[in-house]
């Protein structure tokens, strides 16, 4: 199947909470096509998270297990133009026959069929056609069923008749697996700190990631491993909005602080006043998250305490966190101030 591109393999399509629900959806109906629960199964998000990549996954994983199954990849652009053209030229029977022989249908970006009545109806009929026949659909779009506009009812009503999961945009940790795994693949040698320094800014979706990555190694006329984080920084300054400085603990303390108008010196102080725990508690938390100090020297910076205590602020965080929505958004907020600096 030419249509089907071959690079597009679950094998470098990277797992992460992200993309964890579509990915095993995909799996699951890659080894079943027609027969899980999964039909349709719809793949949505947005821009450059997955969606065609994914599809692709499914379809050449089926036609690697399954080689008798007759699968086709068709964007929804290219679809209508097929319909128009068959039209045209009077075979509209012949573009129907081909359509209902196919075994697994992947109909990449139906937003796009917004506004085209004559096509939707057409695809329509087709849709009803396999999906009777125990024939499996595989769905991309750009927004879930339910916030789909400009398409019809009744389509979107079969649009939720399977499964549908989304593609978010990915943490850092999956952020930097994605990034591994490309350099990993093409085999190019690059330091960890660059690579470090490219997920940690460039966090739009992945195919700005990639984008970052193939216009520094374009740029590059060294050998790649002596491209250091410096000159990472000069050659990606038109990725990176506000080359962001690193965050360090003064500075977060200096932030919550602020924040909860507790005296800066205090937080470091042996006082067991509620606010002040609290401030504390925020500022090991966020150390933690935002900063690659180790537990000992988060502790030892917060007025020498042992990292049993930062383990513990930062249980207790994360507990209040999932408890208490009033604290999530005092944590949200000041963590909305860091990310800016
Ligand atoms: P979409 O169709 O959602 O706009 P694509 O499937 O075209 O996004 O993905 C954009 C780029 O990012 C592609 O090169 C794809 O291989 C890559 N990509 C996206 N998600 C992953 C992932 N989880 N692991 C590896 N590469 C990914
Ligand atoms: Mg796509």
Partial sequence: DPQLNRNYTFENFVEGDCNRL????GYAVAAKPGGTSFNPL????????GKTHLAHAIGNEIKKTLPDKLVLYVSCEKF????????????INDFVNFYQAIDVLIMDDVHNFAGKEKTQDFFFHIFNHLHQSGKQLIITSDKAPKDLAGLEERLLSRFKWGLSADLQVPDLETRMAILKNKIYQDGIELSNEVVEYVAHNIDNNVRELEGAMVSL?????????????????????????NSTKEISMEYIQSLVCEYFEVPIEMVKSQTRKREIVQARQISMYLAKAHTKSSLKSIGHFFGGRDHSTVIYACQTVEDLIDTDKKFKGYVADIQKKLKMS
Avoid at 42 to 49: K, Q, W
Avoid at 80 to 91: G, P, R, S, Y
Avoid at 235 to 241: G, I, P, R
């Fill in 42 to 49: 719809m793949l949505y998000g947005g821009v450059g998270l």
């Fill in 217 to 241: 190694l374009a740029q590059s006329t060294l050998n790649r491993k002596d491209i250091d984080l410096n000159l990472a920084k000069q050659m990606l300054k038109n990725f990176v909005k």
């Fill in 22 to 25: 579509a990915r095993s959806a």
């Fill in 80 to 91: 209508t133009q097929q319909f128009v053209d068959a039209l045209k030229h009077n075979n």
